[in-house]
């Protein structure tokens, strides 16, 4: 279920960096097509050669988002594997994750967060749609292709990428993405369900307004379970239409989530309210 490149055909040129299991780099990929020379800009993930064993969970998460193609999904070219590398081919972003974008830029405007965070709503409708979760949503995996002029509000475009460790089957690794993680699947992973995409939405859209702080920060392990014993909330927004859909994106009962429709609903009432205007470029986050 997915194209297979040629190793030749691949260049690799500066490392970006590495997540988990894996080395990033920039590079391009060379195809002939009716004659013709193309090279494409791409971003190379390596699987760490001593991490077969997540293999299959590493290309299942791409796999599946490579089935489905739609405006806000990243496009994964395929997978190219040579002696003991296996390597994905992701199309290249240019201005990379929104959480490092936000972190740098002091300024972004409410009604450029609020596009960020709608057409991330709208690429978690289509999943719905198709009953597809994705796992993994945070701002880390939300890829800015158009960065917009953040202080006008001149439209952003972003990407969400693929989960990569969407069945996290390590449960260390399940808790280290908490909060974006729902508490249903700490302790069981396989009830990763629809709902568990609007929680981590909600701990997305707390980082969106929050200049990219990681929620929960600088807590250590222990705490962050507390969190989730104790029923904990993140701290609100003064702005209490916002912190609103966040508890109701992240509430303990699955089932009381807000439907994709409902978030983009409120989302848009969100964008008519004039706390936008008052905070036409915010100085600093909230
Ligand atoms: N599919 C993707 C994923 N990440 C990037 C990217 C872009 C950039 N400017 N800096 C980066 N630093 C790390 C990753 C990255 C691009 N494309």
Not at 74 to 82: E, F, Q, R, T
Not at 229 to 237: A, R, W
Request: proline residues 4%.
């Amino acid at each position: 279920q997915f194209h297979m490149i040629k190793y030749e055909d691949l260049r690799w040129s500066e490392s970006l960096g590495q997540g988990s299991f894996t080395r990033i780099f920039k590079g391009s990929k060379i195809d002939i097509r009716d004659g013709e020379r193309h090279v494409t800009d791409v971003l190379l993930k390596e699987l760490d050669a001593n991490h077969k064993n997540c293999w299959e969970s590493f290309f299942e998460a791409a796999s599946l988002m490579s089935q489905i193609s739609h405006k806000h999904l990243l496009l994964v070219y395929g997978i190219s594997v040579h002696r003991s590398k296996n390597v994905m081919v992701q199309e290249f972003i240019k201005c990379g994750a929104l959480d490092l974008f936000l972190k740098r830029e002091g300024s972004v405007s409410v009604s450029w967060k609020l596009d960020v965070a709608k057409q991330l709503a709208s690429a978690l409708n289509f999943l719905e749609e198709k009953n597809i979760t994705h796992g993994n949503i945070c701002a880390k995996n939300l890829l800015l292709a158009r960065e917009g002029d953040a202080s006008q509000g001149s439209s952003p475009f972003i990407k969400l990428s693929d989960p990569e460790s969407i069945h996290a089957h390590w449960e260390w690794l399940r808790k280290v993405m908490i909060p974006w993680v729902a508490p249903e699947v700490l302790e069981a992973p396989e009830r990763l369900e629809l709902e568990c995409d609007k929680w981590s939405f909600g701990a997305t859209l707390w980082e969106l307004f929050n200049g990219g702080q990681a929620p929960l920060q600088g807590l250590d392990l222990e705490r962050k379970l507390q969190f989730y014993e104790t029923y904990k909330q993140l701290p609100s927004s003064e702005w209490t239409e916002l912190a609103d859909l966040i508890s109701q994106c992240m509430n303990y009962q699955p089932a009381f989530r807000p439907s994709c429709r409902s978030i983009i609903r409120q989302l848009n009432s969100l964008i008519t309210s004039d706390y936008v205007i008052l905070h036409a470029a915010e100085p600093l986050p909230d």
